[in-house]
T-cell receptor, first 112, second 110 residues
């Protein structure tokens, strides 16, 4: 069974630029999560989708971050404009109707 | 978001010894608890889940849960250098959402 796929693996951008990350969950997993992990901290939930609907986006900085999962499968997370404090690893995870989440390899974002 | 606390600093253990990790959680309604292992530069990998009070063993790993004390622990027996990683404790807070602790780094010394 293929795992959660994410791209790109690494991205370096200047502050105020925009960036987008892509995620393809494990086949059949209806729940998709985007987490932000800052160095030395645990993952922080940004947004949770159930199929193509948002379950929780309470910690998503909506003035600059957006996410969509239009067909209930792939998802994109966008940051516009980026700030220095957005430097982190962005992790996508998926699950099949239960709390156990399986993570992709993540995208390491550096904002300079 | 609910809180999960892992307050211990880096843990160094000799190869073959037992590593003991602890975490506490704030949401009394949490029903599911997980330990993830994260190697440096890699993503978290699920290694243990526990739902009921008591112990759950899987190979060299034992998870312990005490809901009255809101406390979860992980024991790693016969520690190996390959166990050197950061261990993240997570608790659900409804709707299949997980809150993570900041992690504890384990270093196994050969």
């Amino acid at each position: 069974e293929a795992g959660v796929a994410q791209s790109p693996r690494y991205k370096i951008i200047e502050k105020r630029q925009s960036v987008a990350f892509w995620c393809n969950p494990i086949s059949g997993h209806a729940t998709l999560y985007w987490y932000q992990q800052i160095l030395g901290q645990g993952p922080k939930l940004l947004i949770q989708f159930q199929n193509n609907g948002v379950v929780d986006d309470s910690q998503l900085p909506k003035d600059r971050f957006s996410a969509e999962r239009l067909k209930g499968v792939d998802s994109t997370l966008k940051i516009q404009p980026a700030k220095l404090e957005d430097s982190a690893v962005y992790l996508c995870a998926s699950s099949f109707g239960q709390p156990e989440a399986f993570f992709g390899q993540g995208t390491r974002l550096t904002v300079v | 978001q609910k809180e999960v606390e892992q307050n211990s600093g880096p843990l160094s253990v000799p190869e073959g010894a037992i590593a003991s990790l602890n975490c506490t959680y704030s949401d009394r309604g949490s029903q599911s608890f997980f330990w993830y292992r994260q190697y440096s530069g890699k993503s978290p990998e699920l290694i243990m889940s526990i739902y009921s009070n008591g112990d759950k063993e899987d190979g060299r790993f034992t998870a312990q849960l005490n809901k009255a004390s809101q406390y979860v622990s992980l024991l790693i027996r016969d520690s190996q250098p390959s166990d050197s990683a950061t261990y993240l404790c997570a608790a659900d807070y409804g709707n299949n959402r997980l809150a993570f602790g900041k992690g504890n780094q384990v270093v196994v010394i050969p």
